[in-house]
């Protein structure tokens, strides 16, 4: 029982070491620079013109399940009227269309994005 302890003290441990390094680093660099007079606005790059995250994970989160959806409708026509053995044809058709319905979202996040 004492193994169970000491890996998840452990585990505990380096999440918080690798957080407080993040962090801390993060502040240094910032005062750093606050302190060579640069401007604060550096910080805020590339954050100005970005879509809400909630439209694009609604996005991304719709065009998954329809490609699951679709691919349980694509598996179960190839096992029934092509004849593909249904431990193939269903999670091959599944995964290869919810791929494509995330490339989807990703091309369409990225058309939202040019046309701001």
């Known amino acids: 029982m004492g193994a169970e302890v000491i ?3 452990a585990l505990f441990s380096v999440i ?3 957080a ?4 801390s680093t993060r502040n240094q660099e910032r005062l750093a620079l606050i302190e060579k007079g ?5 910080f805020l790059k590339g954050r100005e013109r970005t879509q809400p995250f909630w ?3 609604i996005l991304n989160l719709a065009l998954l399940l ?3 959806g679709a691919g349980v409708m694509l598996g179960g026509t190839l096992a029934q009227v092509a004849g593909v053995d249904w431990d ?4 091959g058709s599944i995964f290869l269309l919810a ?4 490339l989807t979202g990703f091309f369409i996040t990225r058309k939202m994005e040019r046309e701001d």
């Open 7 to 9: 890996i998840f003290i």
């Open 16 to 18: 918080f070491g690798i």
């Open 20 to 23: 407080y390094l993040h962090f």
């Open 38 to 42: 640069m401007d604060a606005s550096i």
């Open 55 to 57: 439209k694009v994970l």
């Open 66 to 68: 329809m490609g699951i």
């Open 88 to 91: 193939i044809a269903m999670p």
């Open 99 to 102: 791929g494509t319905g995330l």
